[in-house]
């Protein structure tokens, strides 16, 4: 199936620890990105890329990291830096140009302890 | 991006059309409306989306007034599986090229009822 894969789905870690969340997409889309939801709030972008080898910073990129080392993942390291790490997190991708859809994955919830 | 308004909740009775209207006044003459859904816990579904002319696919129809300052997602026939948030979005431009920043306020919920 074509899609957009996020794991895990459910991720737990103890205050101070790094995580990585995983994101691949079978689609050929150039752009990713990623998005953090808080309960019962809208979705916020972290970072994107439009581009292998390049990407920007969202509007709340502090305390996280990314890396685009090939076309079809986007992994998202979520560092001790970040102060609410708890959260839903989501990556999408597109084709890169105007109008172009972007398509989401089912998302990973982490919870820090 | 354009900022869009939107009724917090809205009813429909199964079978029945659900009408989600959508205010974008400030939209420019080449940005997209777009229409996606989120169930809880899942990630958002895209739905719709449109310039200038009416749109319908297999899932919804998007009826956009002349003057493009509000829009109307429609759902022909709701079932339960329809109740959800669904969030009416004009995306970022920058340089005349979208870069996919997507602002999702706090949508509408629907909720289909037998």
């Known amino acids: 199936d074509g899609g957009i894969t996020q794991s895990p789905k459910y991720l737990f870690r103890k205050e101070g620890q790094n995580v990585t969340l995983s994101c691949e997409q079978n689609l050929n889309h150039d752009a990713m990105y990623w998005y953090r939801q808080d309960p019962g709030q809208g979705l916020r972008l972290i970072y994107y890329s439009q581009i292998v080898n390049d990407f920007q910073k969202g509007d709340i990129a502090e305390g996280y990291s990314v890396s685009r080392e090939k076309k079809e993942s986007f992994p998202l390291t979520v560092t001790s830096a970040q102060k609410n790490p708890t959260a839903f997190y989501l990556c999408a991708s597109s084709h890169r140009g105007a109008g172009n859809t972007i398509y989401f994955g089912e998302g990973s919830w982490l919870t820090v302890v | 991006d354009a900022k869009t308004t939107q009724p917090p909740s809205m009813d429909c009775a199964e079978g029945r059309a659900a009408n989600l209207p959508c205010n974008h006044s400030t939209i420019s003459g080449n940005e997209y409306v777009y229409w996606y859904r989120q169930i809880h816990s899942q990630g958002p579904q895209y739905i719709i989306h449109?310039?200038?002319n009416n749109e319908t696919n297999e899932m919804a129809s998007l009826i956009i007034t002349e003057d493009r300052k509000s829009s109307t997602l429609i759902l022909p026939h709701a079932t339960l599986r329809d109740t959800a948030v669904y969030y009416c979005i004009v995306p970022s431009r920058r340089g005349g090229t979208s870069y996919g920043k997507l602002t999702f306020g706090q949508g509408t919920i629907l909720t289909v009822h037998p």
């Open positions: 449109g310039l200038k």
